[in-house]
């Protein structure tokens, strides 16, 4: 690992004046889950290191004034863990308690895994699916972009160099909603070979009356199947449907070609599989 200097600052104007002045030979660590790894094996090669771990505004979580649950970019899984929070926002609780291990859930943070973009980690695909977004801070200022603007379609994010991720805001879905994240991977503490993400509304009549879904893994940032999540609008859905919507979703997230990999092929047969799971759940909550 090469030499760096590590910073820590207690403030975050404090922080984003740090990468500032330091420009593009400084990065903002967080758990460090990631980083470091990237580190040791010289993929990532920082000669300073920005601290986040002492931003007291940065860690922990609040539901603001409309029902929006704002949590802090620097709040570890296992706070989110031990937040239990209320409604479908447990989805997210239950999400980071079934990832990696626990050393990774002790140190790893929210905004560490949205910044890091890895399409095979859950979050991506959970705040693009539940309509999150985020808040950053830079020298440039502040400004809030949707969690489906956040992920490159190459691969890593949208956010500029020194430009901190603040908050991560997750709407309020308001009654007959549900959401469900569902994942395939090979051994417990893998990351997932795809991941599935369903959020739905349903109306007075139990038809439903927006839906999205949204796949994680299959590309280089999460995708939203738009035209099956159309396909379940204004519908009142039986289990035929949903094997339908499961067929659909692979259809349009990973069509058959010839020059198709194996390996896509078993992540085609995945999608249709979880997309069936997570529909089927998310009804379920969103029914009782
Ligand atoms: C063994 C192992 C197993 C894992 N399994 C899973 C799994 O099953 N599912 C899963 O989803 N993930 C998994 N992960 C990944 C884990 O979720 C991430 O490593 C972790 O969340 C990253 O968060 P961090 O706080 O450690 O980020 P760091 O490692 O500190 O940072 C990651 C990147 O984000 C940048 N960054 C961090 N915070 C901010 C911020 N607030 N603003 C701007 N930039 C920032 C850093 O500069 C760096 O580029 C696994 C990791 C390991 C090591």
Known sequence: MKAFTFLAPEALDEAVALLDRHGRDARPIAGGQSLLLAMKDRIARPSVLVSLAGLAD??????????ELEIGAATTYAALISAQFGGWHGEISAVAADLADRPVRTMGTIGGALCQADPRFDMPALAVGL???????????????????????SGGTVLGPGEILTTVRFPTLGAFSGVAF?????????????????????????????????????????VIAQRTGRQMTGRTLTEHDIAELGAAAMEEVLPVSQAMSSFHRYQR?????????AITRALDQARS
């Open 182 to 222: 569902e994942k395939f991977r090979q051994r417990v503490f893998d990351a997932a070979v795809v991941s599935a993400v369903c959020g739905l509304r349903l109306d007075a009549d139990a038809r439903v009356a927006d839906a999205r879904i949204v796949l994680g893994a299959v590309a280089q940032a999460p």
């Open 131 to 153: 309509g999150a977004s985020v808040d950053t801070a830079s020298a440039g200022g502040a400004r809030t972009i949707p969690a489906a603007e956040l992920f490159a379609a």
């Open 269 to 277: 047969e995945l999608v249709g599989v979880l997309v069936r799971r």
């Open 58 to 67: 940065l860690r922990g979580w609040r539901y603001s004034p409309s029902g």
